[in-house]
């Protein structure tokens, strides 16, 4: 069987990371490369961020929650796939506020501390705020699931970052900031100990301290203490867990996909993704572009009088009665001016797609693998609409009732 | 007030101090942001636009050379900034500590950069900090710096989390300084006299979700007033309903032979889907929202320039102005047809 491009690159990885900026159809193709992946025979688990029942209805389940949810495929509608030769689909949401949760419960050293920790009101603010923790969360529910999963492949969602790879350095930035070195610095040993009091600050840090408590007030830096200390007894183990998964997500069992949009803005970030994952060594596999607009006929056919088009129709009409077109004659004339600019409008974008991709490209030196998939007339809530868009991703052909529904198959 | 005016829940945001455009990403908040200031402009109020930590776009739309962290003239009365967490903490330090010196042996002091770095929310305090600020600013003569800031605000999730820390702040602590500071913010974005909170949206499944679930988090959770839902690069419809039956009629029964008229019936085929899809998803948020609401159409243009920002400029004027006269969701004017 001939496979393609992304089925080659896809092949024996075990992590693919969909990276990108929001709106730009990450979770949709998260899904379709963990379905494509499952039908063809491997034990697949997508980790998706997106709460949106619709891509769960989609997958054939209610809903999706933090646990690993089997996803039925066997009858699945897919003539590449055949059903003996299926693996096996899971599916599991990541709930971020739980995660952290689950973070705490797991490495918190004793009850007590535990319950102290998850009733902080810093705690609160902190495991459901965003800087950090979103990925914080994702990167630990990836490292469990890594080592004592027994997935084939994990596909991973990624939460839409501001800066493009907050997904990698944030958990590192907190572990960093929570390891001892930082903390010895501000407090006294005697608070890393879990003792905590009056005399709380180190004097190596207290000038510094002292200033800052004129912005923040003393009440706020104690709470800041108080959730310090309680959450010291955690920290060892953070910055060694975020660096084992720095670790396997540089190694070449990993793959990041960089999903896009053909906006320019849209592409300008990708682009920036793609060379932050170069400097950082991260195993790069290409530009997955959703939503490009292609054209429907060759560019002369625009500049088509419409009374030609509603001639063709009339001529078209003697043989076929029936369908009584005459009554409309009105409707008729117009119509063939109505589609000559519809069209028209549609090439202007589908120009602006080219040339966006085109330069990409270039800027790229044509050595980046770019997969593109059209804009559809629909939205995707379906598994055909995920079929069809895993069909364009991994160029398999498409069945004739989605052919005419879409521009790809434009002569010239 | 009357019953009617209840319903359509008017607001004017140009009569606003301070606009917030917010939501998911690659929905035309950064547009939007430029045409509500240019519409504001225009009718004579300075105007200062606040991008928030992002790579500048304003200077492009604008055809300014570079648009950084202090404001920069871009077109008469309209001013942008591109703020960063550190411009907005620096300036902020500098202003209490009056000592360089003493800012930079603390503030860039390795530990509490690393700290820094890490508490979430720190980022967007110092941004809305940055707003309230320029807000507050008067001149020799007592006159308002700004007559508007329009901020373009992060994607939503961090659009509504950067709204929500003053009152997180408020409610953790009782008093001191960094107290104070979250209470006057939060009585800024609160105020229903100077604050509106746009959300931005494109008509498509999954931004309309996100738009009413956001909606109704910051009518439950946030108190800052809603101004307007604005509904982006909408297709307009190009086939009359008559048309529309037609071309269903023929594209049934027209042989599909990859012909050119064949494809011209597609590419109808697929606006008309597109039209009926945005219907219903338009309907749905009319449904689920009060608020009123704007309609941007797409303007199929080879360059967004500022030409179309004009234009989306115009349509905000024309449409903020029909709200206030009672209607809730004025039609846009349709663009114009493409040059071929």
Known sequence: MTTSPLDDLIRDKKIVVCVGSG?????????????????????????????????????????????????????????????????????????????????????????????????????????????????????????????????????????????????????????????????????????????????????????????????????????????????????????????????????????????????????????????????????????????????????????????????????????????????????????????????????????????????????????????????????????????????????????????????????? | MSAHDDEVNAVDIFDKRLIINTGKGGVGKTTLSAAIGLAAARRGKRVLIMQLGVKDRMARLFGAPFVGTDPVEVEDNLFAVNVTPESALEEYALLKLKLKTLYKAVFENRFVRTFLRVIPGLNELFYLGKAWYEEAARDAAGRPRWDMIVIDAPATGHGVFFLQIPRMITSMITSGPMYDEAAQIQRLVEDKSRTALNLVTLVEEMPVNETIELAAKVERELRVPLGFVVCNALYTQRFQPRQADLLRRIEDHWPDDGGHLDRLLDAGLFRLDRVEMQRRHLERLDDALTLPRVTIPYYFTERFNFQTIARIADELERQNKAILGGERAPQPLPPPPPAT
């Open chain 1, 23 to 412: 709106g730009v159809g990450k979770t949709t193709t998260s899904a379709v490369l963990a379905l494509h992946a499952a039908l063809h025979g491997r034990k697949v688990l997508v980790l998706t961020i997106d709460p949106a029942r619709r891509l769960a209805n989609s997958l054939g389940v209610q809903a999706l929650d933090n646990d690993e949810r089997p996803i039925p495929i066997h009858d699945f509608p897919a003539d590449d796939a055949p059903p003996e030769q299926r693996g096996q689909l899971f599916a599991m949401m990541l709930d971020m506020k739980r995660s952290f949760d689950r973070v705490v419960e797991r490495y918190a050293p004793d009850d007590a501390t535990r319950d102290k920790i998850l009733k902080n009101k810093l705690y609160k603010y902190f495991s459901t705020g965003l800087a950090g923790t979103q990925e914080y969360s994702a990167m630990e529910r990836l490292h469990s699931i890594y080592t004592e999963g027994d997935y084939d492949l994990i596909i991973m969602d990624t939460p839409p970052t501001v800066h493009a790879l907050d997904f990698l350095d944030a958990p590192i930035r907190m572990a960093e900031a929570v390891e001892s070195s930082a903390l010895q610095w501000l407090y006294k040993p005697s608070v890393a100990a879990g003792k905590f009091g009056f005399g709380l600050f180190n004097m190596g840090s207290s000038y510094v301290l002292k200033t800052i408590s004129r912005f923040t007030g003393g009440e706020m830096l104690n709470q800041l203490g108080d959730f310090l200390v309680n959450f010291n007894a955690m920290f060892e183990g953070f910055g060694t867990r975020a660096r084992q998964v720095r670790e396997i997500l540089s190694s070449n069992h990993t793959l990041f996909l960089v999903v896009t949009s053909p906006d320019p803005a849209t592409v300008d970030e990708a682009r920036y993704f793609r060379d932050r994952l170069h400097e950082e060594r991260i195993p790069f596999g290409g530009f997955l572009v959703n939503r490009v607009h292609k054209p429907y006929v060759p560019r002369d056919i625009l500049r088509t009088d419409g009374a030609t088009i509603a001639q063709r129709f009339r001529d078209w009409a003697t043989h076929n009665p029936h369908l009584d077109l005459a009554s409309d004659d009105a409707a008729l004339d117009t119509l063939g001016d109505q589609l000559v600019q519809n069209a028209a409008e549609f090439q202007i974008l589908a120009d602006l797609d080219a040339q966006t991709l085109e330069a990409l490209r270039e800027r790229t030196h044509n050595e980046v693998f770019i997969q593109e998939v059209p804009f559809f007339n629909t939205d995707i809530h379906s598994l055909q609409g995920l079929d069809r868009v895993r069909r364009h991703l991994f160029n398999l052909p498409l069945p004739p009732e989605h052919r005419s529904a879409e521009p790809h198959h434009a002569p010239g």
